[in-house]
C-alpha cells in the first residue's frame, strides 16, 4: 500500500515532524494528538475519503489504508482518530449536506461514529438509543460506551432504533456541542491513550428531522455497506503499521546491543533470528490479506464481504504475536519506554476489543464457511 506523489511526500512530513516526535509524549499524558491531527490537516489528509468536487482527495478505500497504516508505525492514537474520522467522512458524502461535504474535505470538520453502546456492545448494528419526533424536531436519547473523539470531534455519526420506520437503526448527524449531550468521563486506557474516547449520553437531544442521514430505518444498510468494509479495512492497516514498526524497532535493537564478553550482537543468535523471521511473515501475511480485500472491494468480488471480515480479524491478532514476540527479542529493555516496543504492545491489544471484536469476526467468517445467513 503506497500512495501516489504529492500525497506520498505530505504524508512523510507529517510524519516525520509532528507525529512520530510528539507519539510518546501523547501516550504519555493520555492527551489528544492536536498537533499531528493539525499536521495532517495541513497536508489535506483529512479529506483522503472525501469526493474532488467538495475538495477532497478522492483516494478511496485503499489510499486511506496507507496513510492509516503510515501513521500507525509512528502513533497509534493518531491512526485510530484518523480512521474514525474517515468512517465518518464516508458517511457525510454519502449522505450529508453539500456544506458538511467541503468541511469535512478541508479538515475543518473532524468526524468519528458513535455506535456502540453498553446494552448491544459489539453488535453495534442494533443499538438500544431512540429517536422521537416532537414537531418538526427529532429528540434523541442514548448512553453511548465509547466514543473516539468525544471530546474533539465537530460531529458524531450517531445511531439510534429508527424514528417511524421498520429496521434496526437509523443515522443522525449531531454536534458535539448539541444540548443535551454529555461527555461523561475521560479515556485513560492501556493503549490507544491518545484517541479521546469517552462515554457520551444524549438526555432528550433536540435536533432537526434534516440532521438524519439517508432514511429512517437504513441505519444497517450504511452501516453494513459503508461503515463495516472501511472500518475494518483501515483497522487491518492500523494494526499492520504496528507490526511494521515492531519488527524495525526489534530488528535495530538485536543488531545494535552487544554481549559485553563475546561483543556478538543479539542479532547473531539463531533464536532472535527465528523470532524476527516470524514477526516478518506474520506481518507479510497480514498485509497481503489486507492488499486482497481492498482488491476485491475495488472489483466488488463475490468474496468481498468474506475478506472483509478476515482482514481485521487476523491482522489484529497477527499483531498482538509480533508485538509478543517483539517483547521476547528486546527482553527486559522492552520494557522502558525509550525502546518503544511497550506502546506498541499496548496499542496493539485494542484491535481484537472493537467492534466487530475478533471473537464476533470469527463467527460471522464460520457463519460464512458453512453457508449461513450472517446476521
Known amino acids: ?22 507519539a510518546a509524549e501523547v501516550d504519555r499524558t493520555g492527551s489528544f494528538p492536536s498537533a ?20 477532497g482527495l ?95 470531534a465537530t460531529a458524531y455519526v450517531w445511531s439510534s432504533k429508527p424514528l417511524a420506520a421498520e429496521g434496526l437503526s437509523t443515522l443522525w448527524l449531531v454536534p458535539r456541542q448539541s444540548s443535551g449531550v454529555t461527555l461523561n468521563g475521560r479515556f485513560d486506557g492501556l493503549g490507544l491513550r491518545g484517541n479521546d474516547s469517552a462515554p457520551v449520553a444524549a438526555n432528550g437531544a433536540r435536533l432537526p428531522r434534516s440532521a438524519m442521514l439517508g432514511e429512517d430505518g437504513g441505519g444497517f444498510a450504511i452501516m453494513m455497506g459503508v461503515v463495516l468494509p472501511l472500518f475494518n479495512v483501515l483497522n487491518a492497516a492500523c494494526s499492520t503499521g504496528l507490526m511494521e514498526a515492531a519488527v524495525s524497532r526489534s530488528a535495530q535493537h538485536a543488531s545494535a546491543i552487544r554481549h559485553a564478553d563475546t561483543q556478538s550482537s543479539l542479532a547473531q543468535l539463531p533464536t532472535i533470528r527465528s523470532y524476527l523471521a516470524r514477526m516478518r511473515i506474520k ?22 464481504m468474506l475478506r472483509v471480515l478476515q482482514c481485521k480479524a487476523a491482522a489484529g491478532e497477527s499483531a498482538n504475536e509480533v508485538l509478543d514476540l517483539a517483547m521476547r527479542i528486546c527482553g527486559g529493555a522492552a520494557f522502558r519506554k525509550d525502546v518503544g516496543v511497550e506502546r506498541y504492545f499496548r496499542d496493539a491489544r485494542a484491535a481484537g476489543a472493537m467492534a466487530p471484536t475478533t471473537d464476533v469476526l470469527y463467527d460471522f467468517i464460520g457463519k460464512a464457511v458453512c453457508g449461513m445467513e450472517l446476521f
Open 1 to 22: 500500500m503506497t500512495l501516489s506523489e504529492p500525497y506520498q511526500t505530505l504524508l512523510e512530513r507529517a510524519c516525520g515532524e509532528t507525529i512520530g516526535p510528539s
Open 36 to 55: 499531528s491531527i493539525a499536521a495532517l490537516k495541513a497536508a489535506g489528509l483529512l479529506g483522503a475519503v472525501s469526493a474532488r468536487e467538495v475538495g
Open 58 to 152: 478522492a483516494l478511496g478505500a485503499a489510499g486511506a489504508a496507507a496513510i492509516i497504516e503510515r501513521v500507525a508505525r509512528e502513533c497509534a492514537s493518531t491512526a485510530m482518530v484518523l480512521c474514525m474520522h474517515y468512517c465518518g467522512a464516508a458517511v457525510l458524502e454519502a449522505y450529508a449536506p453539500v456544506e458538511v461535504r467541503r468541511a469535512t474535505a478541508s479538515g475543518e470538520h473532524l468526524s468519528t461514529l458513535a455506535f456502540s453502546e453498553e446494552g448491544s456492545r459489539s453488535h453495534f448494528w442494533a443499538p438500544l438509543s431512540t429517536a422521537r419526533a416532537d414537531g418538526a424536531d427529532v429528540v434523541l436519547d442514548a448512553r453511548k460506551s465509547w466514543v473516539t473523539s468525544a471530546s474533539t
Open 283 to 304: 506481518t507479510d501475511l497480514a498485509r497481503a490479506l489486507l492488499t486482497d480485500t481492498l482488491a476485491a472491494l475495488e472489483s466488488g468480488r463475490a468474496d468481498t
